[in-house]
């Protein structure tokens, strides 16, 4: 959903689009989320390899803020956002999008993984989340993310416009 929010911001997708991929992506999300459920013993009695992995929910480490954890995942979705538009997106760019998009990840997931579980999306994160039945950080996975695509999309729309 944020690089759907993204593209919507700088203009490629239209409104009625944008919330047709979003509500596609939730689903998608959800089925993911109790499909992992499912393949790992999570509808099981007891514990299971699932719950004990909390159901591939991203998490927030231990001592961290929800306002430093929201932060984190501004600053990761905003990179990976910058990296969508700046290369595959915008069509003065090299079309080399995808490499320069899946080490943005790489790099998100490495320095944001052990602090809030990298999801840089809530649908990353709402689907695994919803089987798992914990929607309580929702804030940092929804608004965090948010916070990072809109600030992006905003920059890129009127700082590197084409004039």
């Known amino acids: 959903p944020v690089v759907t929010v993204a593209l919507w911001l700088v203009g490629k997708v239209r409104t009625i689009e944008g919330i047709r991929f979003i ?20 509808f099981e009695a007891g514990d299971s390899v699932w719950s004990i992995a909390g159901g591939g929910s991203p998490a927030v480490a231990a001592g961290l803020t929800q306002v430093t954890a929201i932060a984190i995942e501004a600053v990761l979705t905003a990179v990976l956002v910058y990296t969508v538009l700046l290369t595959a997106v915008d069509k003065r760019a090299p079309q080399m999008g995808a490499i320069f998009i899946s080490g943005a990840i790489i790099a998100d997931i490495m320095v944001g993984g052990p602090l809030t579980g ?4 809530p649908a990353r994160w709402f689907g695994p989340a919803l089987a798992l039945g914990d929607l309580s950080a929702a ?9 990072g695509a809109v600030v992006a999309a905003l920059s890129v729309r009127y700082l590197f416009a084409e004039r």
């Not at 509500?23 to 999570?42: P, R, Y």
């Not at 990298?118 to 999306?121: E, K, P, R």
């Not at 804030?139 to 916070?147: F, S, T």
């Open 139 to 147: 804030v940092v996975y929804i608004v965090g993310p948010l916070i």
């Open 23 to 42: 509500v596609a992506q939730l689903v998608g999300a959800v089925a993911a989320g109790f499909a992992l459920k499912l393949a790992f013993g999570g």
């Open 118 to 121: 990298a999801a840089m999306n």
